[in-house]
């Protein structure tokens, strides 16, 4: 790219893109292509792709069978959108893959763009499903950039001043490398699980929704807490009448490799749980796998989301799945 095209678009992003917008470097570089592990940027620079945009790309830039797929799906005119109003092969399929996936009980999925509308979602159902409103949110987690997932989120730098804590009380991460109870991992009284209970009993009224969290904390500093950590907590919670929502935004699709979701790890087969990132591997796509029961709570009200589970997503994310399962990526990890 010549030099004063790059000044060009960098003056672009800088008058007219929101300044939320942040490039990664000072130098920002722009990349232009990619495949497999690799990208290639406006110079042509090529460099191992070990990010995949906000790690997204699971399945390597431009699989040869998506695009395959992708293409003949345009030769053929197959609609690009049509919406939940009507039947969709792929929307359809992709909810049954992820319904089996998941452990434990029968599943509905509701698929969404993104990883915070999902969190949204999931939130909603265990406020329907349970009456309450409290959800039990960790510090230092990180579970979207809407309006309701910034409430979430415990830190700092992700909240906006106008922003009040309704509905939201947070407990301690659990962070054994710098543990705030002065605990030490493996010989601890699970300290950090406790303080669910006591942030339940001190600041709501007892009753909670339910508690979200991610198997492992990644924008608060890739946080991995005790493996009997989650379990605790989903007792804790189930003691005070609230569901366990597991955000495996980041963790899922086999990221953590000995389970296709990472709470799997713990011995937690969560009332709901959450994806999106990797799941489409660059295609913008994300889903809530709910209890059933949880899910019928809800029956009786229209929920519209109106580009969530399009045929094009959707059918990326749905292969998505299968090359993971006929590489077996999750084991060459």
């Not at 509905?108 to 939130?123: D, F, Q, V, W």
């Not at 000995?258 to 009332?271: K, L, T």
Request: with cysteine.
């Amino acid at each position: 790219m010549e030099k004063d095209l790059r000044s060009h678009l960098e003056e672009l992003r800088k008058t007219y893109v929101y300044p939320t917008k942040v490039a990664l470097y000072k130098k920002p570089i722009s990349l232009v292509k990619g495949k497999g592990c690799r990208a290639w940027d406006q110079d042509g620079r090529e460099y191992l792709d070990a990010l995949g945009g906000v790690v997204s790309i699971s399945v390597r830039h431009n699989h040869p069978k998506i695009k395959k797929k992708m293409m003949s799906m345009l030769a053929e005119d197959e609609i690009q959108h049509s919406t939940h109003l009507f039947l969709s092969l792929y929307m359809e399929e992709l909810a049954e893959k992820l319904a089996k996936l998941a452990p434990g009980f029968p599943r509905n999925c509701y698929l969404t763009n993104s990883g915070s509308e999902a969190n949204e979602m999931a939130i909603m159902t265990a406020r329907v499903a349970t009456g309450e409103q409290m959800i039990i949110a960790l510090r230092h987690g990180y579970h979207g950039s809407t309006n309701a997932t910034l409430n979430l989120c415990g830190q700092a730098s992700w909240r906006y001043p106008h922003q009040g804590g309704g509905g939201v009380a947070h407990a301690m991460a659990p962070y054994c490398y710098r543990c705030p109870f002065g605990a030490k991992k493996g010989s601890c009284q699970l300290e950090c699980a406790e303080d669910v209970r006591n942030v339940v009993e001190t600041t709501t009224s007892g009753k909670v929704a339910g508690v979200i969290a991610e198997p492992i904390l990644g924008v608060g500093g890739f946080i991995d807490p005790p493996t009997e950590y989650h379990s605790k907590v989903l007792e804790i919670i189930k003691s005070f009448g609230g569901c366990y929502i597991s955000d495996e935004v980041q963790t899922g699709v086999g990221r953590t490799g000995d389970s296709f979701f990472a709470i799997e790890q713990s011995g937690v087969e969560a009332d709901v749980i959450t994806m999106a990132k990797g799941l489409g591997s660059g295609a913008p796509i994300g889903a809530v796998i709910a209890h059933r029961d949880l899910a019928e709570k809800l029956r009786g009200k229209h929920h519209f989301n109106t580009f969530g589970g399009d045929p094009y997503q959707s059918m990326q994310a749905g292969m998505v799945l299968d090359i993971i399962q006929e590489e077996q990526l999750m084991q060459k990890m």
